[in-house]
């Protein structure tokens, strides 16, 4: 069993940045690829980034891509994701997800396959 809080969301302006972070609970969350997904209102849940385990391989959305950035801290058991160059249509609320894998550099961009979900954070850009 995995929690995740997510924390970091908030109100900002175009243009601006913000970083994201999502702490698991429990001792195994090396074993875990973790990735960001998003929801905005009256739309579907979509994906944003993924890391594996080991945080050698990343996977981008392209609407995310040269913008956004994941990583992870396995010693903190955290997960981040930094944002920068925010637009309006960046609003909404932001999950982190963790996909139990048996490789280390396996990502997965498809909502089905996590495993834990976490609450999400709001972040609203305003133009």
């Known amino acids: 069993q995995v929690q995740l809080a997510e924390s970091g969301g908030g109100l900002v302006q175009a243009g601006d940045s913000l970083r994201l972070s999502c702490a698991a609970s429990?001792?195994?969350?090396?074993?875990?690829?973790m990735g960001w997904f998003r929801q905005a209102p009256g739309k579907e849940r979509e994906f944003v980034a993924a890391?594996?385990?080991?945080?050698?391989?990343?996977y981008y959305a392209d609407s995310v891509k040269g913008r956004y950035t994941i990583s992870r801290d396995n010693a903190k058991n955290t997960v981040y994701l930094q944002m920068s160059s925010l637009k309006p249509e960046d609003t909404a609320i932001y999950y982190c997800?963790?996909?139990?894998?048996?490789?280390?550099?396996?990502?997965?961009?498809?909502?089905?396959?996590?495993?834990?979900w976490g609450q999400g954070t709001q972040v609203t850009v305003s133009s």
């Open positions: 429990g001792r195994t969350f090396s074993l875990y690829a």
């Open positions: 890391i594996s385990r080991s945080g050698g391989r990343t």
């Open positions: 997800a963790a996909d139990r894998v048996v490789s280390p550099d396996y990502v997965r961009r498809v909502a089905s396959e996590y495993d834990y």
